[in-house]
Protein backbone atom coordinates (compact mmCIF):
# COMPACT_ATOMS: atom_id res chain seq x y z
CA UNK A 1 0.00 0.00 0.00
CA UNK A 2 1.85 3.45 -0.70
CA UNK A 3 0.60 6.79 0.27
CA UNK A 4 -3.31 7.21 -1.03
CA UNK A 5 -3.17 9.40 -4.09
CA UNK A 6 -7.04 10.36 -2.89
CA UNK A 7 -7.27 10.80 0.85
CA UNK A 8 -9.25 8.31 3.02
CA UNK A 9 -12.31 9.03 5.15
CA UNK A 10 -14.12 7.81 8.17
CA UNK A 11 -17.16 8.82 9.60
CA UNK A 12 -16.82 9.99 13.06
CA UNK A 13 -18.92 10.58 16.04
CA UNK A 14 -17.89 13.67 18.04
CA UNK A 15 -19.69 15.26 20.88
CA UNK A 16 -19.49 18.85 20.58
CA UNK A 17 -19.84 21.44 22.84
CA UNK A 18 -22.83 19.10 24.44
CA UNK A 19 -24.23 18.36 20.88
CA UNK A 20 -23.41 14.89 19.18
CA UNK A 21 -22.14 15.74 15.75
CA UNK A 22 -21.68 13.14 12.19
CA UNK A 23 -19.36 14.27 10.30
CA UNK A 24 -17.21 12.32 7.51
CA UNK A 25 -14.28 13.47 7.54
CA UNK A 26 -10.78 13.04 6.34
CA UNK A 27 -8.66 10.44 8.07
CA UNK A 28 -5.31 13.17 8.15
CA UNK A 29 -7.56 16.29 9.53
CA UNK A 30 -6.89 17.32 12.59
CA UNK A 31 -9.44 17.86 15.65
CA UNK A 32 -8.89 21.72 15.32
CA UNK A 33 -9.38 22.00 11.57
CA UNK A 34 -12.65 19.55 12.05
CA UNK A 35 -14.14 22.07 14.94
CA UNK A 36 -13.75 24.97 12.71
CA UNK A 37 -14.03 23.58 9.51
CA UNK A 38 -16.34 20.27 9.79
CA UNK A 39 -18.53 22.02 12.64
CA UNK A 40 -18.29 25.72 11.97
CA UNK A 41 -16.76 26.38 15.42
CA UNK A 42 -13.91 29.52 14.40
CA UNK A 43 -13.54 30.05 18.07
CA UNK A 44 -10.34 28.21 18.13
CA UNK A 45 -7.54 29.30 16.45
CA UNK A 46 -4.26 27.79 14.43
CA UNK A 47 -1.18 29.38 14.75
CA UNK A 48 2.20 27.33 13.99
CA UNK A 49 0.10 23.62 13.14
CA UNK A 50 2.91 22.03 15.29
CA UNK A 51 2.17 21.79 18.75
CA UNK A 52 3.82 24.52 20.58
CA UNK A 53 1.95 27.82 20.52
CA UNK A 54 -1.36 26.60 21.98
CA UNK A 55 -3.56 28.78 20.34
CA UNK A 56 -5.85 25.44 19.15
CA UNK A 57 -5.82 24.47 22.79
CA UNK A 58 -9.60 22.55 23.06
CA UNK A 59 -10.87 20.18 25.89
CA UNK A 60 -11.11 16.62 24.90
CA UNK A 61 -13.20 14.58 27.51
CA UNK A 62 -12.53 17.66 29.88
CA UNK A 63 -8.54 17.91 29.42
CA UNK A 64 -6.90 20.52 27.39
CA UNK A 65 -5.37 19.20 24.65
CA UNK A 66 -3.62 20.91 21.48
CA UNK A 67 -6.22 20.95 18.96
CA UNK A 68 -3.53 20.46 16.17
CA UNK A 69 -2.37 16.96 18.14
CA UNK A 70 -5.32 15.09 17.80
CA UNK A 71 -7.20 13.83 14.67
CA UNK A 72 -10.42 14.09 14.37
CA UNK A 73 -10.50 10.45 13.77
CA UNK A 74 -8.82 10.13 17.32
CA UNK A 75 -11.85 12.19 18.56
CA UNK A 76 -14.51 9.54 17.12
CA UNK A 77 -16.41 8.78 20.36
CA UNK A 78 -15.16 11.66 22.67
CA UNK A 79 -16.52 14.62 23.55
CA UNK A 80 -15.08 17.86 22.79
CA UNK A 81 -15.63 21.57 24.24
CA UNK A 82 -14.31 24.40 23.16
CA UNK A 83 -14.41 28.10 24.28
CA UNK A 84 -17.99 28.85 22.38
CA UNK A 85 -19.58 26.15 24.41
CA UNK A 86 -23.28 27.13 25.21
CA UNK A 87 -22.77 26.31 29.28
CA UNK A 88 -19.81 27.47 29.93
CA UNK A 89 -19.08 26.94 34.18
CA UNK A 90 -18.73 30.18 36.20
CA UNK A 91 -15.02 29.67 35.97
CA UNK A 92 -14.72 30.29 32.14
CA UNK A 93 -17.31 32.89 33.05
CA UNK A 94 -15.12 34.50 35.74
CA UNK A 95 -11.78 34.09 33.46
CA UNK A 96 -13.45 36.10 30.63
CA UNK A 97 -14.59 38.58 32.77
CA UNK A 98 -11.10 38.97 34.10
CA UNK A 99 -9.54 39.19 30.95
CA UNK A 100 -11.60 42.26 30.25
CA UNK A 101 -11.31 43.52 33.39
CA UNK A 102 -7.22 43.12 33.47
CA UNK A 103 -6.74 44.19 29.28
CA UNK A 104 -5.42 40.20 28.78
CA UNK A 105 -6.40 40.61 25.72
CA UNK A 106 -5.76 42.89 22.62
CA UNK A 107 -6.12 40.82 19.14
CA UNK A 108 -7.66 38.20 21.07
CA UNK A 109 -6.17 35.27 18.61
CA UNK A 110 -4.66 33.43 21.57
CA UNK A 111 -7.19 34.21 23.69
CA UNK A 112 -9.25 31.22 23.62
CA UNK A 113 -6.32 28.67 23.99
CA UNK A 114 -4.91 31.04 27.12
CA UNK A 115 -8.76 30.45 28.61
CA UNK A 116 -8.83 27.18 28.05
CA UNK A 117 -5.53 26.52 29.30
CA UNK A 118 -6.54 28.79 32.65
CA UNK A 119 -9.43 26.90 32.88
CA UNK A 120 -7.66 23.83 33.43
CA UNK A 121 -5.06 25.39 35.87
CA UNK A 122 -7.96 26.75 37.95
CA UNK A 123 -9.83 23.93 38.03
CA UNK A 124 -6.77 21.34 39.12
CA UNK A 125 -4.07 23.59 40.81
CA UNK A 126 -5.98 26.19 43.30
CA UNK A 127 -2.97 26.67 45.37
CA UNK A 128 -1.29 27.98 41.99
CA UNK A 129 1.12 30.61 42.95
CA UNK A 130 2.08 33.41 40.48
CA UNK A 131 5.63 31.69 39.50
CA UNK A 132 3.38 28.33 38.78
CA UNK A 133 0.49 30.55 36.36
CA UNK A 134 3.12 31.08 34.34
CA UNK A 135 5.01 27.72 34.50
CA UNK A 136 1.19 26.37 33.55
CA UNK A 137 0.46 29.38 30.96
CA UNK A 138 4.02 28.82 29.05
CA UNK A 139 2.54 26.27 26.77
CA UNK A 140 0.49 29.55 25.23
CA UNK A 141 2.18 32.34 23.42
CA UNK A 142 0.86 35.67 23.01
CA UNK A 143 2.60 38.27 20.46
CA UNK A 144 0.33 41.60 21.95
CA UNK A 145 0.18 41.97 25.62
CA UNK A 146 3.55 40.54 27.05
CA UNK A 147 1.77 38.26 29.29
CA UNK A 148 1.51 39.90 33.08
CA UNK A 149 -2.04 41.36 32.27
CA UNK A 150 -2.81 37.17 31.57
CA UNK A 151 -1.23 36.69 34.33
CA UNK A 152 -3.12 38.76 36.81
CA UNK A 153 -6.62 37.64 34.75
CA UNK A 154 -5.50 34.06 36.05
CA UNK A 155 -4.27 34.99 39.36
CA UNK A 156 -7.37 37.33 40.28
CA UNK A 157 -9.63 34.26 39.35
CA UNK A 158 -7.57 32.16 41.42
CA UNK A 159 -7.92 34.70 44.38
CA UNK A 160 -11.89 34.34 43.65
CA UNK A 161 -11.96 30.82 43.90
CA UNK A 162 -10.08 30.73 47.44
CA UNK A 163 -12.86 33.31 48.49
CA UNK A 164 -15.62 30.55 47.28
CA UNK A 165 -16.91 32.49 44.36
CA UNK A 166 -17.49 28.87 42.78
CA UNK A 167 -18.38 26.66 45.68
CA UNK A 168 -21.54 25.66 44.16
CA UNK A 169 -19.80 24.15 41.01
CA UNK A 170 -17.58 20.91 42.25
CA UNK A 171 -14.99 20.35 39.78
CA UNK A 172 -15.53 16.94 38.06
CA UNK A 173 -12.18 14.82 37.63
CA UNK A 174 -11.45 13.92 34.17
CA UNK A 175 -13.21 11.49 32.43
CA UNK A 176 -11.37 7.92 32.55
CA UNK A 177 -12.45 6.97 29.23
CA UNK A 178 -9.67 8.79 26.66
CA UNK A 179 -9.16 8.80 23.01
CA UNK B 1 0.96 22.92 7.27
CA UNK B 2 -1.29 19.44 6.80
CA UNK B 3 -0.36 16.49 6.95
CA UNK B 4 -0.02 13.84 3.93
CA UNK B 5 -3.27 11.93 2.98
CA UNK B 6 -2.77 8.39 5.12
CA UNK B 7 -5.88 6.30 6.16
CA UNK B 8 -6.75 5.40 9.83
CA UNK B 9 -7.61 2.18 12.02
CA UNK B 10 -8.63 1.75 15.44
CA UNK B 11 -6.42 -1.58 16.27
CA UNK B 12 -9.11 -3.74 18.59
CA UNK B 13 -6.32 -5.96 20.45
CA UNK B 14 -2.54 -5.95 20.34
CA UNK B 15 -3.30 -8.98 18.17
CA UNK B 16 -4.75 -7.14 15.81
CA UNK B 17 -2.40 -4.02 15.95
CA UNK B 18 0.47 -6.82 15.20
CA UNK B 19 -1.17 -8.63 12.21
CA UNK B 20 -1.89 -4.95 10.84
CA UNK B 21 1.92 -4.18 11.23
CA UNK B 22 3.00 -7.46 9.61
CA UNK B 23 0.57 -6.57 6.55
CA UNK B 24 1.85 -3.26 6.47
CA UNK B 25 5.17 -2.70 7.00
CA UNK B 26 6.88 0.42 6.88
CA UNK B 27 4.05 1.85 5.24
CA UNK B 28 2.00 1.87 8.48
CA UNK B 29 3.14 3.39 11.80
CA UNK B 30 1.86 3.14 15.50
CA UNK B 31 0.25 5.73 17.09
CA UNK B 32 -0.83 6.15 20.81
CA UNK B 33 -0.57 9.64 22.03
CA UNK B 34 0.38 11.01 19.06
CA UNK B 35 2.24 14.23 20.17
CA UNK B 36 5.63 13.78 18.07
CA UNK B 37 4.25 11.70 15.40
CA UNK B 38 1.42 14.05 14.53
CA UNK B 39 3.88 17.13 14.86
CA UNK B 40 6.01 15.28 12.20
CA UNK B 41 3.43 14.38 10.06
CA UNK B 42 1.57 17.86 9.84
CA UNK B 43 5.43 18.94 8.50
CA UNK B 44 5.45 16.39 6.55
CA UNK B 45 8.66 15.10 7.84
CA UNK B 46 7.07 11.52 7.25
CA UNK B 47 4.20 10.09 4.74
CA UNK B 48 2.81 6.62 6.03
CA UNK B 49 0.16 5.51 4.22
CA UNK B 50 -1.58 4.25 7.40
CA UNK B 51 -1.74 4.87 10.95
CA UNK B 52 -3.01 1.93 13.36
CA UNK B 53 -4.15 3.25 16.69
CA UNK B 54 -3.45 1.43 19.78
CA UNK B 55 -4.67 4.02 22.74
CA UNK B 56 -7.29 1.75 23.34
CA UNK B 57 -5.53 -1.28 24.77
CA UNK B 58 -7.17 -0.42 28.39
CA UNK B 59 -4.72 -3.23 29.68
CA UNK B 60 -1.53 -1.26 28.84
CA UNK B 61 -2.65 2.26 30.60
CA UNK B 62 -2.48 1.41 34.45
CA UNK B 63 0.09 2.32 37.33
CA UNK B 64 0.46 -0.09 39.83
CA UNK B 65 2.74 -2.24 42.57
CA UNK B 66 3.79 -5.50 41.10
CA UNK B 67 6.14 -7.48 44.08
CA UNK B 68 9.20 -5.59 44.07
CA UNK B 69 8.34 -3.12 41.17
CA UNK B 70 6.08 -0.40 40.01
CA UNK B 71 4.74 -1.48 36.75
CA UNK B 72 4.10 1.52 34.67
CA UNK B 73 1.61 1.12 31.40
CA UNK B 74 3.21 1.97 27.98
CA UNK B 75 -0.32 3.95 27.22
CA UNK B 76 -0.17 5.81 30.78
CA UNK B 77 -0.32 9.64 30.03
CA UNK B 78 2.86 11.76 31.18
CA UNK B 79 0.18 13.55 32.92
CA UNK B 80 -0.90 10.55 34.86
CA UNK B 81 2.19 9.80 35.68
CA UNK B 82 2.65 13.31 36.98
CA UNK B 83 -0.26 13.16 39.55
CA UNK B 84 0.02 9.34 40.47
CA UNK B 85 0.28 8.85 44.27
CA UNK B 86 1.96 5.77 43.44
CA UNK B 87 4.98 7.07 41.16
CA UNK B 88 5.05 9.79 43.87
CA UNK B 89 5.96 7.26 46.61
CA UNK B 90 7.64 4.69 44.84
CA UNK B 91 9.20 6.44 41.94
CA UNK B 92 9.82 10.43 42.77
CA UNK B 93 12.36 10.93 40.06
CA UNK B 94 9.32 10.36 37.87
CA UNK B 95 6.91 12.99 39.68
CA UNK B 96 9.93 15.32 39.53
CA UNK B 97 10.66 15.02 35.84
CA UNK B 98 6.88 15.17 34.68
CA UNK B 99 6.38 18.44 34.70
CA UNK B 100 9.69 19.59 32.61
CA UNK B 101 7.74 17.54 29.78
CA UNK B 102 6.72 19.98 27.20
CA UNK B 103 3.37 21.67 28.57
CA UNK B 104 0.69 20.45 30.06
CA UNK B 105 -1.73 20.30 26.84
CA UNK B 106 0.76 17.28 25.68
CA UNK B 107 1.77 15.91 28.92
CA UNK B 108 -2.34 14.84 28.78
CA UNK B 109 -2.14 13.08 25.70
CA UNK B 110 1.23 11.82 25.40
CA UNK B 111 2.12 8.75 26.45
CA UNK B 112 5.25 7.20 28.78
CA UNK B 113 5.69 4.07 26.45
CA UNK B 114 5.85 6.43 23.32
CA UNK B 115 8.45 8.61 24.75
CA UNK B 116 10.64 5.72 25.44
CA UNK B 117 9.85 3.90 22.25
CA UNK B 118 10.80 6.77 20.41
CA UNK B 119 14.26 7.89 22.13
CA UNK B 120 14.89 11.17 21.93
CA UNK B 121 18.35 12.14 23.37
CA UNK B 122 16.35 15.00 25.03
CA UNK B 123 13.23 13.15 26.33
CA UNK B 124 12.96 12.81 29.73
CA UNK B 125 11.63 9.12 30.70
CA UNK B 126 14.74 7.24 28.63
CA UNK B 127 17.30 9.15 31.37
CA UNK B 128 14.99 8.31 34.19
CA UNK B 129 14.24 4.82 33.55
CA UNK B 130 17.80 4.50 33.07
CA UNK B 131 18.87 5.79 36.34
CA UNK B 132 16.20 3.66 37.75
CA UNK B 133 17.29 0.48 36.40
CA UNK B 134 14.14 -0.19 34.84
CA UNK B 135 13.49 -3.06 32.78
CA UNK B 136 11.23 -2.23 29.48
CA UNK B 137 8.29 -4.81 28.55
CA UNK B 138 8.37 -5.75 24.69
CA UNK B 139 5.39 -7.18 23.37
CA UNK B 140 4.80 -8.84 19.56
CA UNK B 141 2.64 -11.89 17.90
CA UNK B 142 5.40 -14.20 19.63
CA UNK B 143 4.92 -13.14 23.26
CA UNK B 144 6.39 -10.90 25.70
CA UNK B 145 10.73 -10.33 25.92
CA UNK B 146 12.08 -7.97 28.96
CA UNK B 147 15.08 -5.76 27.84
CA UNK B 148 17.02 -3.95 30.84
CA UNK B 149 16.93 -0.36 30.04
CA UNK B 150 21.15 -0.24 30.04
CA UNK B 151 20.23 -2.30 27.05
CA UNK B 152 17.21 -0.36 25.52
CA UNK B 153 18.73 2.72 24.61
CA UNK B 154 21.15 1.93 21.27
CA UNK B 155 21.41 5.24 19.14
CA UNK B 156 19.63 8.29 18.29
CA UNK B 157 16.40 7.74 18.27
CA UNK B 158 17.13 3.77 18.30
CA UNK B 159 16.13 1.39 20.88
CA UNK B 160 16.43 -2.15 20.82
CA UNK B 161 12.54 -2.91 19.46
CA UNK B 162 12.24 -4.63 16.10
CA UNK B 163 9.98 -4.11 13.55
CA UNK B 164 6.64 -5.07 14.57
CA UNK B 165 7.04 -5.27 18.23
CA UNK B 166 4.99 -2.70 20.67
CA UNK B 167 6.26 -1.33 23.99
CA UNK B 168 3.44 -2.83 26.48
CA UNK B 169 5.17 -1.84 30.35
CA UNK B 170 8.14 -0.77 31.96
CA UNK B 171 8.85 -2.28 35.45
CA UNK B 172 10.62 0.17 37.49
CA UNK B 173 11.85 -1.44 41.04
CA UNK B 174 10.41 0.77 44.18
CA UNK B 175 12.87 3.44 46.00
CA UNK B 176 14.40 1.89 48.37
CA UNK B 177 14.75 2.51 52.47
CA UNK B 178 17.82 5.08 52.45
CA UNK B 179 17.45 5.82 48.58
CA UNK B 180 17.52 9.42 47.38
CA UNK B 181 16.13 10.78 43.99
CA UNK B 182 16.79 13.64 41.57
CA UNK B 183 15.70 14.71 38.47
CA UNK B 184 16.88 18.67 37.11
CA UNK B 185 17.11 20.01 33.72
CA UNK B 186 18.16 23.08 32.35
CA UNK B 187 16.46 25.01 29.22
CA UNK B 188 16.08 28.54 27.76
CA UNK B 189 12.28 28.29 28.31
CA UNK B 190 10.08 26.28 30.46
CA UNK B 191 8.95 23.49 28.32
CA UNK B 192 11.98 23.49 25.89
CA UNK B 193 13.75 20.72 25.13
CA UNK B 194 16.55 20.54 27.49
CA UNK B 195 20.06 21.60 26.97
CA UNK B 196 21.32 19.81 29.85
CA UNK B 197 19.42 17.12 31.99
CA UNK B 198 20.34 15.17 35.04
CA UNK B 199 18.22 11.97 36.41
CA UNK B 200 19.58 10.76 39.58
CA UNK B 201 19.79 8.51 42.52
CA UNK B 202 21.62 7.48 45.48
CA UNK B 203 21.83 5.68 48.57
CA UNK B 204 22.53 7.89 51.35
CA UNK B 205 24.07 6.63 54.65
CA UNK B 206 25.35 9.18 56.95
CA UNK B 207 27.38 11.60 53.90
CA UNK B 208 28.39 8.49 51.81
CA UNK B 209 26.97 7.87 48.42
CA UNK B 210 26.36 4.23 47.43
CA UNK B 211 24.77 2.84 44.57
CA UNK B 212 25.02 6.00 42.73
CA UNK B 213 23.33 6.74 39.34
CA UNK B 214 23.86 9.79 36.97
CA UNK B 215 21.62 9.46 33.75
CA UNK B 216 22.36 12.52 31.70
CA UNK B 217 20.05 13.72 28.71
CA UNK B 218 20.40 15.69 25.96
CA UNK B 219 24.93 15.27 26.48
CA UNK B 220 24.99 12.71 23.70
CA UNK B 221 22.36 10.47 21.01
CA UNK B 222 20.83 8.51 23.68
CA UNK B 223 20.48 8.94 27.81
CA UNK B 224 23.79 8.96 29.14
CA UNK B 225 25.55 6.59 32.55
CA UNK B 226 28.31 8.89 33.99
CA UNK B 227 29.81 5.68 35.19
CA UNK B 228 33.23 7.34 36.15
CA UNK B 229 32.07 10.44 37.96
CA UNK B 230 29.60 7.69 39.42
CA UNK B 231 32.21 5.46 40.68
CA UNK B 232 34.20 8.88 41.72
CA UNK B 233 30.63 9.85 43.84
CA UNK B 234 31.07 6.53 46.16
CA UNK B 235 32.45 5.10 49.05
CA UNK B 236 34.35 7.46 51.13
CA UNK B 237 32.82 10.37 52.93
CA UNK B 238 31.71 12.99 50.56
CA UNK B 239 33.46 15.77 51.01
CA UNK B 240 34.84 18.56 48.26
CA UNK B 241 38.08 16.54 47.28
CA UNK B 242 35.42 13.86 46.11
CA UNK B 243 33.42 16.49 44.47
CA UNK B 244 36.59 17.92 42.81
CA UNK B 245 37.45 14.17 41.40
CA UNK B 246 34.01 13.02 40.52
CA UNK B 247 33.58 16.91 38.42
CA UNK B 248 36.82 15.77 36.60
CA UNK B 249 35.97 12.58 35.76
CA UNK B 250 32.81 13.49 34.59
CA UNK B 251 34.26 16.13 32.26
CA UNK B 252 36.75 13.30 30.62
CA UNK B 253 33.83 10.98 30.17
CA UNK B 254 30.99 13.01 28.41
CA UNK B 255 31.96 13.72 25.15
CA UNK B 256 28.80 15.57 23.79
CA UNK B 257 27.59 17.32 20.23
CA UNK B 258 27.24 21.18 19.87
CA UNK B 259 23.44 21.69 19.62
CA UNK B 260 21.59 24.52 18.01
CA UNK B 261 21.87 26.79 20.86
CA UNK B 262 24.82 25.56 22.97
CA UNK B 263 28.39 24.31 22.12
CA UNK B 264 30.01 20.96 23.14
CA UNK B 265 32.14 22.93 26.20
CA UNK B 266 29.07 25.07 27.43
CA UNK B 267 26.95 21.56 27.67
CA UNK B 268 29.54 20.34 29.66
CA UNK B 269 29.55 22.68 31.84
CA UNK B 270 26.06 22.99 32.05
CA UNK B 271 26.57 18.69 33.07
CA UNK B 272 28.66 19.26 35.66
CA UNK B 273 26.80 21.83 37.31
CA UNK B 274 23.40 19.46 37.23
CA UNK B 275 25.81 17.36 38.96
CA UNK B 276 27.05 19.44 41.51
CA UNK B 277 23.35 20.50 42.69
CA UNK B 278 22.38 16.93 42.24
CA UNK B 279 24.61 15.72 44.70
CA UNK B 280 23.79 18.68 47.20
CA UNK B 281 20.11 17.52 46.78
CA UNK B 282 20.50 14.17 47.64
CA UNK B 283 23.22 14.57 50.26
CA UNK B 284 20.43 16.98 51.95
CA UNK B 285 16.82 15.37 51.99
Known amino acids: ?179 | MKSPAFDYIRADSPQHAFELLAKHGDDARVIAGGQTLLATLNMRLSQPALLVDIAGFGAWRGIAVQGPTLRIGALARHSEVESSPLVARHAPLLAQAAPHIAHRAIRNLGTFGGALAYADPAAEWPACVLALDATLVIASAKGERRVAAADFFQGLYTTAMQPGELLMACEIPLIADGERQHFSELSRRQGDYAVAGLAARAKVVGSRLREVRLAFLSLGDRPIRARAAEAALQGGTFDDARLAQADAALRAELDPFDDLTHSAAAKKQLAATLMRRAVAALLQR
Not at chain 1, 5 to 20: A, Y
Not at chain 1, 35 to 45: A, I, M
Not at chain 1, 61 to 78: K, P, S
Open chain 1, 1 to 179: MKTPTDSPTRRVRVEVNGTPLVREVECRKHLIDFLREDCGLKGSHLGCEHGVCGACTVRLDGQIVRGCLVLAAQADGHRVDTVETPTPGKRLKALQDAFVEHNALQCGYCTPGMLMAALELVEHKPEADRAQVREWMSGNYCRCTGYHAIVDAVCAVLEQQKAGRFADEPVDSADEVRA
